[in-house]
């Protein structure tokens, strides 16, 4: 299929005429390496595509570029803590849960990469190949067409093109290669994937899992499915329950594009990776009415260059990818490439994690643990599910939890040798409990770029507004009392249900802003992702989401990338582009 | 001190609430002038070895090491340089100061060289005031320094690694998890739950 593909190329395409056009063209490029931009990658080379993946960071090679992947406690000399003035200096970044002294080198710091805030929004990235793949949550809970089908049933935003049997079989293809372990439940509105075995829960997470399922009908307390392995997968190693992940895994034990989409697609010979490259915009060929490539920036020397290809993915996480389709203005795209609907910026989405929940239980001092798990329990979505109808808001939450025995027993020794013991010895058990709240597609909650502000590389700007709104402070009320609840009908003692407050973004789950849809009129991307107007370009991050459901997100993102890259080249067989 | 606050004042210390606590877990929002935190000699040898001696009678030698061999000294001079802002590094320096002076004019001789009895009898002394301190306490008082001394007493022996391989259980790799197992009483705790 290669050799077909670089027939056809050499005869038809106008891009090839000059030699330095020559030297930059593949077959297909794909615009960022992290969660989605890796799965492209992987499957476009493994198709058979010459693939170019532009990342605007530096490279991050699996293993070698772990610095503390291996470190103690005391290896760190502020134990793991940020200095106040890189938290002063950082503002926005120090305020995301996974930012510290072992992870700070896979997090943008404030100051590199300036963007406006019209609206507390505090957007973390991560800059490098790999992306946020290395740092992310590793929660991955499928969607449903309780998801898919709730804007059309509501009247809100504009309905989904696909619904759950449109990628249900890309779930499946997705979770195989990524490894994800966890348990078949049999809850139809979370469907069963293709799971690893799951990690047990202790003794408390199995306590809380009675008395909710015992008090309550409608909800359930599961292991949460999550991208860490408890079989090895070639190349990867079984997790080893150092719960440290976020620093970079040696063993290769949770899922990151750095772990296993780009070796596999490095494996093929097909791929190009370059560092460095910060896309610009995507250039439009007017008379075929079709993207040619890309400009890109070298972060370094500044220079711009061109790359051409047939395909392009746009994967450069959400915000920065309708950046990228907002700057590529043409006769044809006046606004911004697939923005004939004016949608283009609009009705960006995070998860509302502002309820913040956690108790203490006095039993079970006869158990303990081993080992540092990963992952925690989930309770899926129970409101608005079935026969739940709430009056005071739409859609749904799940809450995320997980327990743990604290380190140190109650004294009354202020110090000395009894303080020490007691301090020694574990304690009463904890369990944290975090709601995770769907928010709606809101016209206003939105990302533009500047009109006068421009970066270091000449880039405008970009501005985000954004704000939480009535449903989801509604819906928050409801986190707080039914955790509450639910902690103080299992026993909980010292229950905390608290509204954090969280500054919006820190779910970092942003999505929406170059929706999917079924006409260019409302929405930017069709069913299979392809902008509309410019065909041969794909956007598959967070940016095509119609609507957010309150799963972790990056599994239906990844889902949609592996079905959208068989598309794009079932099409560019037929010679569709 | 009464066992209520004794109490109150131990979950404090567990559960992760530490003076300067905006500065010690992510999401400081301060919005104070940027200080210069290059001044890095805020304590001498000196007073590290004081350090090392207060926290020792806070976290002594038993059958495993105390707070000296952890050399918490050191790690609370590199926490108040780097973590403390400028009015907390002001307590804490003070309150370092004043402690040493005190306590010579009260016993006649230095902390380091007091016997055990000398120094109980002190944190003892230092215990109540800190009760009264905080049962008085209005929001905008700065906080008092033995409380910080003794939080990063604990902090940096627990996280040391006399702390966490001996007085407590550290296992870097533990390459398997078992979800539930019994507990005998008097077993360790896990350095990292």
């Known amino acids: ?577 | 001190m009464k066992r209520r606050e004794a109490l109150k004042n131990v979950a404090l210390l567990l559960g992760g609430t530490v003076i300067g606590g905006s500065a010690f877990v992510a999401g400081c929002q301060s919005d104070r002038k940027k200080e210069s935190q290059s001044d890095k000699s805020l304590f001498s040898e000196k007073d590290i070895e004081f350090m090392n001696e207060i926290g020792e009678v806070i976290i002594p030698t038993t059958d495993t090491p105390g707070a000296k061999a952890a050399e918490v000294g050191s790690f609370m001079a590199i926490m108040v340089t780097d973590c403390y802002d400028e009015e907390q590094r002001k307590t804490f320096v003070n309150g370092l100061n004043k402690m040493k002076n005190n306590f010579s004019a009260e016993y006649g001789h230095f902390f380091e060289e007091a016997k055990l009895d000398e120094r109980t009898d002190y944190l003892n002394t230092l215990e109540l005031e800190v009760e009264t301190y905080y049962r008085q306490k209005k929001t905008e008082d700065p906080e008092h320094f033995y409380r910080m001394l003794k939080e990063l007493t604990l902090l940096g022996y627990f996280t040391s690694e006399v702390g966490a391989t001996q007085a407590l259980n550290y296992i870097q790799t533990p390459g398997s998890y078992k979800a539930c197992i019994p507990y005998e009483e008097g077993e360790k705790a896990w350095a990292i739950a």
């Open chain 1, 1 to 577: 299929m290669v050799t077909d593909l670089k027939k056809k190329e050499n005869i038809s395409s106008p891009n090839f005429s000059l030699k330095a056009e020559k030297k930059n063209s593949y077959d297909a490029i794909v615009v960022g390496s992290g969660i989605t931009g890796g799965w492209a990658a992987k499957e476009l080379c493994e198709k058979g595509l010459k693939t170019l993946v532009l990342e605007r960071g530096r490279n991050v090679e699996h293993v070698k570029d772990y610095p503390t992947a291996t470190k103690n406690p005391w290896d760190f000399p502020h134990r793991g803590r940020v200095p106040l003035e890189v938290q002063k200096e950082n503002p926005v970044v120090s305020s995301c849960y996974a930012f510290n002294e072992g992870t700070e080198h896979f997090f943008v710091k404030d100051k590199e990469h300036p963007y406006e805030q019209v609206k507390p929004f505090h957007w973390i990235r991560g800059y490098q190949v790999g992306g946020k793949s290395l740092i992310w949550g590793r929660w991955t809970q499928r969607w449903s067409d309780l998801d898919f089908e709730a804007n059309a049933k509501e009247g809100i935003a504009i309905d989904w093109p696909i619904r759950y049997k449109d990628i249900a079989s890309w779930y499946s293809y997705v979770e195989k290669f990524v490894g994800i372990s966890g348990n078949k439940d049999g809850i139809p509105h979370l469907p069963d994937g293709e799971f690893q075995p799951p990690m047990e829960m202790n003794c408390l997470e199995k306590h809380f899992k009675k008395s909710i399922e015992d008090n309550y009908s409608n909800r359930m307390l599961i292991t949460s499915r999550t991208a860490n392995l408890t079989k090895e997968l070639p190349g990867r190693a079984p997790c080893q329950y150092r719960n440290l992940c976020a620093r970079g895994c040696p063993y290769g034990a949770y899922f990151s594009s750095n772990s296993s989409t780009l070796p596999a697609a490095a494996a093929t010979n097909n791929l190009t990776l370059r560092s460095h490259a910060v896309v610009q915009s995507v250039i439009y060929d007017e008379k075929n009415q079709k993207a040619t490539g890309v400009r890109v920036i070298d972060t370094i020397t500044k220079e711009t260059s061109e790359y051409y290809a047939k395909i392009i993915f746009l994967n450069a996480g959400t915000i920065n990818t309708t950046s990228i389709l907002l700057n590529s203005t043409s006769e044809r795209f006046p606004n911004g490439m697939g923005n004939d609907s004016g949608a283009l910026g609009h009705y960006l989405m995070d998860h509302n994690y502002r309820g913040a929940l956690g108790g203490s239980h006095n039993g079970f001092q006869d158990q303990y643990y081993f080992g540092r798990k990963p992952t925690g329990v989930y309770l899926p979505r129970f409101r608005n599910v079935g026969n739940d109808v709430q009056e005071d808001f739409l859609r749904g939450f799940a809450f995320a939890a997980g327990g743990s025995r604290r380190r140190g027993q109650e004294t009354d020794a202020a110090f000395g040798a009894p303080l020490k013991e007691a301090l020694t010895k574990p304690g009463v058990w904890d369990l944290w409990m975090t709601g995770m709240g769907e928010c709606l597609p809101y016209e206003d909650n939105k990302v533009t770029l500047s009109k006068d502000k421009v970066d270091e590389w000449g880039m405008p700007i970009i501005k985000i507004d954004f704000e939480f709104k009535e449903n989801e402070m509604r819906m928050l009320e409801d986190i707080l009392s039914t955790g509450a609840e639910m902690l103080e009908t299992a026993g909980f003692t010292n229950i905390e249900a608290n509204d954090s407050h969280q500054v919006p973004g820190l779910g970092i789950h942003e999505m929406g802003t170059a929706r999917m849809g079924r006409d260019s009129q409302t929405s930017v991307l069709n069913a299979h992702n392809q902008v509309w107007g410019a065909e041969n370009v794909f956007v598959t991050d967070g940016a095509c989401m119609t609507s957010n459901a309150c799963q972790n997100p990056s599994l239906t993102y990844m889902a949609l990338t592996a079905r959208a890259a068989d598309y794009a080249v079932n099409e560019l067989k037929k010679q569709n582009f």
